[in-house]
């Protein structure tokens, strides 16, 4: 890879309909939309995936735009690079930050594998032609989220995920599974509990969940080992796994029988293969999650979960999910419950100009 020029765009779009958690309501979402330009040409697209505010984690909009201009980029103009692998290492001197290092990490992943020739799946050892999807229910009444589950099942949506917190949890989850005895459903409390909730998690365990993801707090992996040897649901963490070494500690500990990868949480597809290589050596189920993005992180997410160990369906829904129109050409659609995996190089779509456009606040050209 020779780079000529890194540009850098903010976008805004809204959704198309609120996404609701006890953390806070995204009725618009912003990210950073990152374009690396080779010599020859060619150009890798990624996605920085933090939120305008850091209610998820502490990065926002600003703080990663600030981190990728005046910390990153410089580290790759003074320090050229031949493979993606070498930028997750100049960047591992920076503390944290992981959303900003995986927005331009996963941008060269899709330039080297154009650049190759070969989609990017391939290039990072997927295997899978097809990848089955899941789909988030985030709203706050029974009667929404009954409809919500109608429509997307109607659409072949393999498994739902539900949101839920100490005030809207055992009766809203009992009710839906009243009316779908037999559906794969999954709940996530985005650290919504405290081990004096024991009990009511406790109750859980005769939903038959596929598991409970993030219960307790978003880094702990203690508490949370406690939590699994006194419930039957298998919990999935979220928040508390940033690093390989958080994903390690937390199966040794016993604190999960899942994980959740995503790779703007952890910083990109370096760190989110070591955590699924040693997941699979270890017989932890994975799967993708999903940020609310855009097209273009949606597809480095189809490639992450074609590898073998993702068994379970992802948060890797239609574009049509969040968004009138994507930021890609063609949109991502579900058919029969699985969203196909590009054979074109690179990610596999094409940039929506038009769009893009239209959507930009923002935008800064950084030269080599």
């Given at each position: 890879?020779?780079?000529?020029?890194?540009e850098l765009f903010v976008i805004e779009m809204p959704l198309k309909s609120p996404f609701i958690s006890h953390l806070g309501t995204?009725?618009?979402?912003?990210?950073?939309?990152?374009?690396?330009?080779?010599?020859?040409?060619?150009?890798?697209?990624?996605?920085?995936?933090?939120?305008?505010?850091?209610?998820?984690?502490?990065?926002?909009?600003?703080?990663?735009?600030?981190?990728?201009?005046?910390?990153?980029?410089?580290?790759?103009?003074?320090?050229?690079?031949?493979?993606?692998?070498?930028?997750?290492?100049?960047?591992?001197f920076v503390r944290r930050n992981h959303m900003a290092k995986a927005g331009l990490e996963t941008a060269l992943w899709d330039l080297?594998?154009?650049?190759?020739?070969?989609?990017?799946?391939?290039?990072?050892?997927?295997?899978?032609?097809?990848?089955?999807?899941?789909?988030?229910?985030?709203?706050?009444?029974?009667?929404?989220?009954?409809?919500?589950?109608?429509?997307?099942?109607?659409?072949?949506?393999?498994?739902i995920k539900v949101k839920i917190n100490p005030q809207q949890d055992y009766d809203f989850l009992s009710e839906i599974r009243k009316?779908?005895?037999?559906?794969?459903?999954?709940?996530?409390?985005?650290?919504?509990?405290?081990?004096?909730?024991?009990?009511?998690?406790?109750?859980?365990?005769?939903?038959?969940?596929?598991?409970?993801?993030?219960?307790?707090?978003?880094?702990?992996?203690?508490?949370?080992?406690?939590?699994?040897?006194?419930?039957?649901?298998?919990?999935?963490?979220?928040?508390?796994?940033?690093?390989?070494?958080?994903?390690?500690?937390?199966?040794?500990?016993?604190?999960?029988?899942?994980?959740?990868?995503?790779?703007?949480?952890?910083?990109?597809?370096?760190?989110?293969?070591?955590?699924?290589?040693?997941?699979?050596?270890?017989?932890?189920?994975?799967?993708?999650?999903?940020?609310?993005?855009?097209?273009?992180?949606?597809?480095?997410?189809?490639?992450?979960?074609?590898?073998?160990?993702?068994?379970?369906?992802?948060?890797?829904?239609?574009?049509?999910?969040?968004?009138?129109?994507?930021?890609?050409?063609?949109?991502?659609?579900?058919?029969?419950?699985?969203?196909?995996?590009?054979?074109?190089?690179?990610?596999?779509?094409?940039?929506?100009?038009?769009?893009?456009?239209?959507?930009?606040?923002?935008?800064?050209?950084?030269?080599?």
């Amino acid at each position: 890879m020779n780079i000529a020029a890194i540009e850098l765009f903010v976008i805004e779009m809204p959704l198309k309909s609120p996404f609701i958690s006890h953390l806070g309501t995204v009725q618009n979402r912003e990210g950073i939309i990152i374009k690396i330009i080779d010599k020859d040409g060619t150009s890798g697209y990624g996605e920085g995936v933090a939120f305008s505010t850091p209610w998820y984690t502490e990065e926002t909009v600003k703080t990663s735009l600030h981190i990728m201009m005046d910390i990153l980029i410089p580290l790759l103009q003074q320090n050229p690079i031949d493979h993606p692998e070498q930028a997750a290492q100049l960047f591992q001197f920076v503390r944290r930050n992981h959303m900003a290092k995986a927005g331009l990490e996963t941008a060269l992943w899709d330039l080297y594998a154009k650049k190759k020739g070969q989609p990017l799946s391939k290039i990072i050892g997927g295997t899978r032609k097809k990848i089955a999807s899941g789909v988030v229910v985030a709203v706050d009444s029974l009667a929404k989220a009954l409809k919500q589950i109608e429509s997307y099942l109607e659409e072949g949506y393999q498994r739902i995920k539900v949101k839920i917190n100490p005030q809207q949890d055992y009766d809203f989850l009992s009710e839906i599974r009243k009316r779908y005895p037999n559906l794969p459903i999954m709940a996530d409390a985005n650290s919504a509990y405290t081990l004096n909730d024991i009990e009511k998690l406790k109750a859980l365990d005769e939903l038959d969940l596929m598991m409970i993801e993030q219960p307790l707090g978003v880094d702990d992996i203690i508490e949370h080992a406690k939590l699994q040897k006194e419930i039957q649901t298998p919990i999935c963490l979220d928040e508390s796994i940033v690093t390989f070494e958080d994903a390690r500690k937390a199966v040794e500990l016993g604190s999960c029988k899942v994980i959740n990868i995503k790779a703007g949480r952890v910083g990109g597809l370096v760190e989110s293969k070591r955590i699924h290589d040693y997941c699979y050596e270890h017989g932890v189920p994975v799967w993708c999650g999903g940020m609310i993005e855009f097209g273009i992180s949606r597809a480095q997410n189809i490639a992450l979960a074609s590898l073998p160990g993702f068994t379970i369906p992802g948060d890797i829904s239609a574009s049509s999910r969040f968004w009138d129109e994507d930021i890609i050409m063609p949109a991502v659609n579900v058919e029969n419950g699985y969203v196909s995996v590009p054979e074109a190089p690179g990610i596999g779509y094409s940039i929506n100009e038009k769009r893009l456009k239209e959507t930009t606040t923002f935008k800064k050209i950084i030269k080599f």
